[in-house]
């Protein structure tokens, strides 16, 4: 079984920065690909962003790229997104994915509880 327990999100305004933390406990970490996703009010979860097991590759939803970065430490089991020049219409409850194959709610195995994330304008 694994646990992934995200932490970091709070309520800042449009033009700043946030770092969410996700934490894997249960199996092995590394060389598993992790994602980011998020769910706005009576929005469908969308990608957000995925890192390969051993962190060259990632992947970015085109409304964040040039804008967040995940990255991962392997020996700490956890992922991150550093989220930079945070708009209004990034305000969402944010999930980490574990052991995904692709961009797809359903391309993954393990999810944690969400974080929430407000961008005031």
């Known amino acids: 079984q694994v646990q992934l327990v995200e932490s970091g999100g709070g309520l800042v305004q449009a033009g700043d920065s946030l770092r969410l933390s996700c934490a894997a406990s249960?199996?092995?970490?590394?060389?598993?690909?992790m994602g980011w996703f998020r769910q706005a009010p009576g929005k469908e979860r969308e990608f957000v962003a995925s890192?390969?097991?051993?962190?060259?590759?990632?992947t970015y939803a085109d409304s964040v790229k040039g804008r967040f970065a995940i990255s991962r430490d392997n020996a700490k089991n956890t992922v991150y997104l550093q989220m930079n020049s945070l708009k209004s219409e990034d305000t969402a409850v944010y999930y980490c994915?574990?052991?995904?194959?692709?961009?797809?709610?359903?391309?993954?195995?393990?999810w944690g509880q969400g974080t929430q994330v407000t961008v005031s304008s």
């Open positions: 994915a574990g052991w995904g194959t692709g961009r797809k709610v359903d391309e993954y195995d393990y």
């Open positions: 249960g199996r092995t970490f590394s060389m598993r690909l």
């Open positions: 890192i390969s097991g051993g962190g060259r590759s990632t």
